[in-house]
Each structure stands twice: as C-alpha cells, then as structure tokens.
C-alpha cells in the first residue's frame, strides 16, 4: 500500500517540533506563556480615547448567562449536552450570578472614575483660566 499511515514517523516529527520550539516537559509558568496580544501590559499614558473605547464594552458586556444554546448535529450528542447542563445548573448557576455582581460592581467604579476624571478636567480648565489671569493681573501692575 502507497497511503500507508507512519505512526512512528509522525511521532517523531512532533517530538522534533516540540523540541526545536524549547518545550520540555515541565510545565510553563505563567511568565513564559506568550500571548497573541498583549492584554496586561504597561502603559506609557493615559489615552482618553481607549479608556472610553474599553468602558463602552464593559458596559456593554458585563452580564453573562449561564445557559448557552447547545448547537450540534448529532441528536444524541445534543441531548447529552443538555443532560449535562442541567445537572450541572445548580454549581453553574450561583457561580454565574456573582461573576455578573463583580462584574456590575466593577464597572459602577469604573464608571465613577470616568465620572471623577471628567470633574478633574473641568478643575484643570479652571485652574488654567485662573493661572492665566493671574499673570495678566502680574503683568497689569
């Protein structure tokens, strides 16, 4: 037979990949593990624009259900599921709703910040009016 599947070949073949990528056999830390984009990274300023960009989706989406629609072709595979999930509601359920508590207290503080930078802008407006009159008080006498 052409077509032959070599186990042994393919084996090898992932042994080397791993091997060449530095993968051994302990597991990574949590330091080591790249991600695609970086989601905690230090900022160099403050950007007013992503800040807005980033409370509008939490805003957004802060409330997560616990029933998800099982999708499927498979009849039996879909009524398994179901099975499961509602074995499962009364650990999945609590859960859920105090994720969506933390989540919605979460974002009423960041919304009070949000409200909170606004009022400091205002005050900065104000102090720079203030400071410019000031020097043309200075100057004037």
Same mark, same amino acid.
């Not at 879909?78 to 179901?82: A, I, N, S, Y």
């Not at 650990?91 to 969506?100: A, E, G, M």
């Not at 910040?113 to 606004?118: G, K, L, P």
């Given at each position: 037979m052409e077509n032959e599947i070599n186990i042994e070949q393919i084996m090898e073949e992932i042994r080397q990949t791993i091997k060449d990528r530095g993968y051994d056999r !302990?597991? *990574?830390?949590? =330091? =080591?593990? !790249?991600?695609?984009?970086?989601?905690? #990274?230090?900022?160099?300023?403050? %950007?007013? %624009? !992503?800040?807005?960009?980033e409370l509008d989706y939490l805003n957004h989406n802060w409330n997560n259900s616990w029933h998800v629609p099982v999708n499927g072709t498979n009849p039996v595979s879909?009524?398994?599921?179901?099975g499961i999930r509602k074995c499962t509601r009364f650990? *999945?359920?609590?859960?859920?709703?105090? #994720?969506?508590a933390y989540n919605a207290s979460a974002i009423r503080c960041f919304n009070q910040?949000? !409200?909170?930078?606004?009022e400091l802008e205002e005050y900065k407006k104000k102090i720079e009016m203030l400071e410019k009159e000031l020097e043309e008080m200075k100057t004037r006498t």
């Open positions: !302990e597991p *990574l830390s949590f =330091e =080591e593990v !790249e991600l695609s984009k970086p989601v905690l #990274q230090s900022l160099d300023s403050y %950007d007013p %624009d !992503e800040f807005m960009h879909v009524w398994v599921k179901k650990l *999945l359920f609590p859960i859920v709703n105090f #994720q969506n910040i949000r !409200e909170y930078m606004a």
